[in-house]
């Protein structure tokens, strides 16, 4: 996930690591952006499971 969000932001001419891909149209075309979003939503799931499994007592649950 991180190597493909590198090689989008160098395909892209995005320089500084902090700035994830954007695109202008919120229809999914394919491009590398359109991918990378996708990859993201799909791993919400885990992202979910893997917080509340590392959560302390009385913690509550927060998206990333």
């Known amino acids: 996930m991180y190597n493909f969000l590198q090689n989008v932001q160098m ?3 995005i320089y500084n690591s902090d700035i ?3 695109h202008d149209t919120d ?5 590398a ?3 990378y979003k996708q ?6 799931g ?3 499971m893997w ?3 590392v959560m302390y007592p009385g913690q509550q649950y927060h998206l990333l």
């Open 20 to 22: 994830e891909p954007e």
């Open 33 to 35: 952006i359109h991918q």
């Open 46 to 48: 885990v992202q979910e």
């Open 11 to 13: 395909q892209y001419r």
């Open 51 to 53: 917080s509340k499994a």
């Open 27 to 31: 229809w999914y075309c394919n491009c």
């Open 39 to 44: 990859m993201k939503i799909n791993r919400l």
